[in-house]
């Protein structure tokens, strides 16, 4: 089969698309036939060697995907040939950008049937993100106020979404070439952070800040005083901890998302209620995702890119 591997960490020039023996599906393994896969940033750094993240070289990229049952591996059951599914990846292990890909079981879930299965690649670790940073980690609850920093991402143009739908308050910042993506996903409030500071935009305190920017630290930790005493900060930027205030009883929690069927399957149903919308940029051929890493590594790359095998 058709697979991108790198045989050592580097820059997107050691990505190699390349003839690999297909595999095959091991006792609680899922052997897939890939219709998509997600690129995501962490992919970049995963790639470079720079993220906490082992894994054995070559290594194949991708722990997003979405793809239709190929074969099913001892024990496994509740799927069958040629049903379509969506999952997340193990990052520690080979990933989905190749024709075919195994996959743990319990990682899987049905695809949205509302949407094409190439796209709904675009859906599990990012919407699994939102989720868990907004309500498993930062307890968002109806009423309650939310400011997201990094909204026109696509992690933010769920968090918005869920937080919209959960009766919350939402403001978001985004650059003008975002704002109406954003505001069609329920944000009350839209700061255009290349104008205006949040400081001043910001009037009332928020339950909670959700960052999904590389924000310098010295600026994430002047975001403080926007923050309710006993409210919380949440961040994806694993690199840096979140800020905190002791005295105020404002907690601070860095995101490390992980694969939950139960969540991702929640998603999916909204997804095919016309509640959630996977919003996806483009699809380009597997062939071209060494172009798509090299892109993201430029700051060129925009939107939630798709690479499908075979196209």
Do not use: C
Request: net charge negative; aromatic share 4%; proline share 7%.
């Amino acid at each position: 089969m058709k697979a991108v591997r790198f045989h050592e960490h580097g820059g997107p020039d050691v990505l190699r698309y390349e003839d690999i023996e297909q595999p095959a599906a091991g006792p609680g393994q899922v052997l897939l036939r890939v219709a998509g896969v997600a690129f995501n940033a962490a992919d970049g750094g995963i790639r470079e060697g720079r993220l906490p993240i082992p894994v054995a070289l070559p290594h194949i990229p991708g722990y997003d995907m979405s793809g239709t049952v190929a074969a099913l591996g001892e024990g496994v059951d509740g799927f069958a040939v040629g049903d379509a599914v969506i999952g997340f990846l193990p990052m520690t292990g080979d990933g989905a950008a190749a024709e075919y890909a195994l996959a743990p079981a319990e990682a899987l879930v049905a695809a949205p049937a509302s949407i094409p299965l190439e796209d709904a690649a675009g859906l599990p670790s990012v919407g699994l993100t939102a989720w868990q940073a907004l309500f498993d980690d930062a307890g968002l609850r109806e009423g309650q106020r939310v400011l997201i920093v990094g909204a026109g991402g696509p992690v933010g143009g769920y968090a918005v979404q869920l937080a919209a739908q959960a009766g919350v308050h939402v403001i978001a910042t985004a650059s003008p070439r975002s704002r109406d993506s954003v505001i069609a996903s329920g944000a009350d409030e839209v700061v255009d952070h290349t104008t205006t500071s949040l400081l001043d935009a910001v009037t009332e305190p928020v339950d909670v800040l959700l960052n999904l920017a590389p924000l310098d630290p010295g600026e994430f930790t002047g975001l403080l005083p926007l923050v309710a005493d006993g409210g919380v900060v949440v961040s994806t930027t694993a690199w840096m901890p979140a800020p905190s205030d002791e005295e105020r009883g404002v907690r601070g929690m860095v995101v490390f998302v992980r694969s939950d069927a139960a969540q991702l399957a929640e998603l999916v149903s909204r997804v095919d209620r016309g509640e959630l919308r996977v919003e996806i940029a483009r699809r380009a051929p597997l062939s071209e995702l060494p172009a798509i890493h090299a892109e993201s590594a430029a700051g060129t790359l925009r939107g939630k890119v798709v690479a499908v095998p075979g196209a």
